[in-house]
């Protein structure tokens, strides 16, 4: 919640001021948090922490993939991006076999040293990279010149359509995915009868697999599909929100586990494949010196809208529909025919059903935004005044 409050500003400040030196601040904090972590002592010591990593957690996540855009020219934005966005499942992966590994061994708060104490290092990089300036890699001649502040760039961002339809496609997405990461482990638990530390395990594992396989194939499939057509990006990420839905579905509602988690794993590789391509329409579809904005803005929209809400929303509908009265209504037979059906006095089988026609939304909203995808990108070179954009001449 601390990440997704404190983006905006992070966002208005790094489109204004030097970015080298909030990105180094940002993975800082982070590292400091981290390690402050392994002192806590109780709920209000682990919430100061977590609160202050997630402050470091918008200071990077919101520079770099801004600062990343103006380091690398459009035609190779997709690849850098999708590189930069496999450190999320890497580093979780990562997380979770070597935190475990260190605390099994010396304790849960050796495990936030050795993982924070490098950041520091991270964080001194950080001030060594180059900043060529807002705009250099589209040729901007004012590169690095960075205008007053003004608080009104967040609202001049709804005014680009392919910007507001993208978003909302990613708030979709991070809707289904944080389901499967709040709900999944408990989904299996209560549901279909695993164990706590093994229905963790698998979708930690799933979770980590799918982000890796998902982000690497998207970032090849997209570049090559742009050959064809400026408007690659969206109408992959259109395509793989409703080809998920089916596999989404036969996991929710299979009584078998290993095929439940095959199924898993093939939405959540889906899902995961949209990361790289719609960051990098943000970054195409934004003018320089309003990059960090964007990605703010969208980072602030769609956790809002996505992980924030999903959780709280499938948790309402899964104590809802659980009611004698709904479950004797005809929605209860719908759902019981299907297989949704409460168990333990809750029905969290149809609570997790409610990301399907989020992902239908999804899919529409990114095919909808593909159609003002070239038009945007052009409105950006202008307003940045740079060079050619991605596949000049291609429809």
């Known amino acids: 919640i601390v990440y997704t409050i404190v983006s905006p500003l992070v966002g208005w400040l790094g489109d204004r001021y030097n970015r080298r030196g909030l990105l180094a601040f940002g993975v800082g904090l982070w590292s400091v948090a981290t390690v402050g972590t392994a002192f806590s002592r109780g709920f209000n010591d682990l919430f100061f922490w977590r609160a202050l990593l997630g402050m470091g957690?918008?200071?990077y996540g919101v520079i770099a993939p801004a600062l990343l855009a103006d380091l690398f020219a459009p035609e190779?934005?997709?690849?850098v991006m999708g590189v930069y966005y496999l450190a999320l499942p890497l580093g979780g992966a990562l997380g979770y076999v070597l935190g475990g590994w260190v605390g099994d061994r010396w304790g849960w708060p050796a495990a936030f040293w050795v993982v924070g104490l490098p950041g520091l290092l991270a964080a001194v990089g950080g001030l060594l990279i180059d900043d060529p300036g807002r705009g250099a890699s589209e040729g901007y001649h004012h590169a690095g010149k960075a205008d007053r502040p003004r608080l009104t760039d967040y609202r001049d961002l709804f005014r680009t359509p392919t910007f507001v339809f993208n978003t909302a496609g990613m708030a979709t997405v991070t809707f289904a995915t944080g389901a499967y990461a709040v709900w999944g482990s408990t989904f299996y638990q209560?549901?279909?009868?695993m164990t706590s530390t093994l229905a963790g395990r698998w979708i930690g594992?799933?979770?980590?697999?799918?982000?890796l396989l998902g982000i690497a194939v998207a970032t090849w499939l997209a570049d090559f599909l742009l050959r064809f057509t400026r408007r690659a990006y969206l109408l992959m990420a259109g395509a793989a929100a409703v080809i998920a839905i089916p596999f989404s579905m036969s996991a929710i509602l299979d009584p078998e586990r290993v095929s439940s988690f095959a199924m898993l794993f093939v939405a959540m590789v889906l899902l995961a494949s949209v990361l790289g391509p719609c960051n990098t329409v943000t970054a195409n579809v934004v003018p320089p010196n309003q990059r960090a904005a964007g990605f703010a803005l969208c980072i602030f929209l769609m956790h809002l809208f996505g992980d924030i809400s999903s959780p709280i929303?499938?948790?309402v509908l899964s104590e809802l529909l659980a009611i004698p009265r709904i479950v004797?209504?005809?929605?209860?037979?719908?759902?019981?025919?299907i297989g949704a059906r409460p168990v333990g006095g809750t029905n969290l089988t149809a609570g997790m059903l409610s990301v399907i026609p989020v992902m239908l939304l999804g899919g529409l909203?990114?095919?909808?935004?593909?159609?003002?995808?070239?038009?945007?990108?052009?409105?950006?070179?202008?307003?940045?005044?740079?060079?050619?954009?991605?596949?000049?001449g291609m429809h």
Do not use: M
């Open 190 to 193: 209560t549901v279909r009868g």
């Open 328 to 337: 004797r209504s005809p929605i209860g037979g719908f759902l019981d025919a």
């Open 313 to 315: 929303l499938i948790g």
């Open 76 to 79: 190779h934005r997709g690849r």
């Open 205 to 211: 594992i799933l979770t980590a697999a799918a982000g």
């Open 365 to 392: 909203l990114f095919f909808r935004g593909s159609r003002h995808l070239i038009r945007d990108e052009e409105r950006a070179r202008k307003l940045g005044g740079g060079g050619a954009t991605v596949g000049a």
């Open 57 to 59: 957690e918008a200071s």
